[in-house]
C-alpha cells in the first residue's frame, strides 16, 4: 500500500555580511521555499518551520573569502 503521508525535511545555509543581514537572508529564502510549496499545490497548514539560527563562519586555512562571500 502507498504511503499518504511524506515527511520532507528542506534545510539551506544562507550567508551574510553580519549577523542582521545573514537571519533576514534565511527568512528571505525560507519564506520564498514556503510561496514556492504552496504554488505547488502544497497547503501552508501542512507545513512547519522548525528552526532558524545563525552561527560565525569557521575560517579555515584553505578559504581566502571575500567581504562579499
Known amino acids: 500500500m502507498d504511503a499518504d503521508t511524506a515527511i520532507v525535511h528542506i534545510g539551506f545555509l544562507a550567508y551574510g555580511p553580519d549577523e542582521q543581514s545573514a537571519y533576514a537572508n534565511g527568512s528571505r529564502i525560507s519564506n520564498a521555499i514556503v510561496d514556492t510549496l504552496t504554488k505547488a499545490g502544497i497547503d501552508k497548514k501542512t507545513m512547519q518551520s522548525e528552526n ?18
Open 52 to 69: 532558524q539560527s545563525i552561527s560565525p563562519v569557521q575560517q579555515y586555512g584553505n578559504q581566502d573569502w571575500t567581504p562579499e562571500e
